[in-house]
């Protein structure tokens, strides 16, 4: 209880840093922040201690209302990166709308050109532990993504993703109101 009070006290210290940061959320001790000026969150958010979040290039994250955040996750934009209202993001979790250009031979790959993808998390979504989501996802309304899965890609409402690479292995069948496995 007294880390949450400190986390809240430290959020206070933070707020004028960021575009946005609604209260009440907390934020505990993070390990990096730059270009948190574009950072826009909303109330009610909690994120645990060891985050690393970055803008560039005038990007933006928008963290909307009731989104918990676990320890050691990476958030990094150079779009617009969205993450929906009361999702919920284990630990361990990178997520971005940025790839890297390689294709230079004996040019190192931080120094070419990045490629900027809209990345959205829609809301209501559960991001497993250790889970990847790479630039180009949009993820649809109440999106289950399995631990470890590298997703990459547009994915319906009410979808389980697993794997690596990711792939919806079971829907949610508004008819029937069952979880069911899909074919292949």
Request: proline share 3%.
């Given at each position: ?88 993001i284990l630990a361990n979790v990178f997520i971005t709308n940025i790839d890297h250009d390689y294709t230079a031979i ?79």
């Amino acid at each position: 209880m007294m880390d949450k009070l400190f986390w809240g006290l430290r959020a206070l210290c933070y707020s004028p840093f960021f575009g946005k940061f609604g209260l009440p959320s907390y934020l505990g001790k993070p390990v990096f922040l730059k270009g948190i000026r574009n950072v826009f969150i909303g109330k009610k958010v909690r994120i645990f201690p060891h985050l690393r979040m970055e803008t560039h290039n005038g990007g933006t994250i928008h963290i909307q209302d009731d989104v918990v955040i676990s320890q050691n996750v990476h958030i990094t934009s150079a779009g617009n990166l969205q993450i929906g209202k009361s999702s919920l993001i284990l630990a361990n979790v990178f997520i971005t709308n940025i790839d890297h250009d390689y294709t230079a031979i004996g040019q190192h790959v931080v120094k070419q050109k990045i490629a900027v993808k809209e990345t959205h998390i829609g809301e209501n979504c559960f991001i497993g532990m250790g889970a990847a989501i790479m630039a180009g996802t949009v993820l649809g309304k109440q999106c289950v993504v399995g631990a470890n899965s590298v997703v990459r890609g547009t994915f319906p409402d009410y979808s389980v993703i697993a794997g690596a690479p990711a792939k919806i292995v079971k829907k949610y069948n508004q008819e029937t109101q069952i979880w069911e496995k899909t074919i292949g």
